[in-house]
């Protein structure tokens, strides 16, 4: 790891954290109104633990193996650690005592699996719901007429509280049509919150990425998922 790294990485978290506080006042909200998670895949703990020095308080992980090779060294003391990827039901065990929340709930199967695991430990886990909003095929997400419907599944679960929608639309070649996919999301979560479901809270909604993030905040994103903006390009050689 090299000095220069860091440095990157130090000036690359105020820039995001500028144009995060610039969108979410375009939007009518405030900097603080939005979180600002890192999406850590590939990223050596020593230079995550770097940006959490710099004031960045949530990282998020998207492999069970990687998180666990990592996480004695994550200093966690003031950030939260949350699990952001694809999660296989036979893997929740391993996670669920390390992580804060899980972003990717898309099934009863997952769900119902994270709510014995949690409450074997006397826990609640907080989740989010994953919504395919682009309708692609071989994608995670719950399609969105399905949503309603397994939300109300989900309540039923006592290790288990629902705290939010999170989305990954497709890659799109113009930040219009990008936009189009933030606000339809932005619809079916106002549209939720409004129904009130019992024990289903609608206080987050994560989507954007290093690439979109300001037109999700505008979209009404209030957390955001940010990885090779602030930590560089990843080297998948
Ligand atoms: C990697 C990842 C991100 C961040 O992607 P970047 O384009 O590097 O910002 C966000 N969300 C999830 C689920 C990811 O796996």
Redesign the pocket.
């Known amino acids: 790891m090299t000095e220069k790294l860091l440095t990157d990485v130090e000036y690359n978290y105020k820039y995001i954290d500028e144009r995060i506080a610039e969108a979410a006042e375009k939007s009518g909200r405030k900097r603080e109104d939005i979180t600002f998670l890192a999406?850590t895949?590939m990223v050596e703990p020593e230079v995550i633990n770097h940006a959490i020095s710099l004031g960045l308080d949530h990282i998020?992980e998207?492999k069970v193996q990687e998180l666990l090779s990592k996480y004695d060294k994550y200093n966690l003391d003031n950030c939260s650690l949350q699990f952001?990827?694809h999660l296989q039901t036979n893997k929740v065990r391993q996670i669920i005592d390390k992580v804060d929340l899980i972003q990717s709930v898309d099934s009863i199967k997952l769900a119902g699996e994270i709510s014995k695991q949690a409450l074997k430990i006397n826990r609640k886990c907080d989740v989010l719901v994953e919504v395919n909003i682009g309708r692609e095929e071989n994608k995670s997400g719950v399609m969105p007429e399905q949503l309603e419907e397994l939300l109300c599944q989900i309540a039923e679960l006592d290790g288990v509280s629902v705290k939010g929608l999170m989305a990954?639309p497709p890659i799109c070649e113009s930040s219009q049509k990008i936009s189009e996919f933030f606000n339809k999301m932005h619809n079916i979560f106002i549209d939720i919150s409004q129904k009130k479901l019992d024990n289903i809270c609608m206080n987050i909604l994560s989507m954007g990425?290093?690439?979109d993030y300001y037109e999700a905040i505008l979209a009404g994103a209030n957390m955001v998922?940010?990885?090779?903006?602030l930590f560089g390009a990843r080297n998948y050689t």
């Open positions: 999406a895949k998020g998207n952001i990827g990954i990425m290093s690439a998922r940010v990885g090779s903006a």
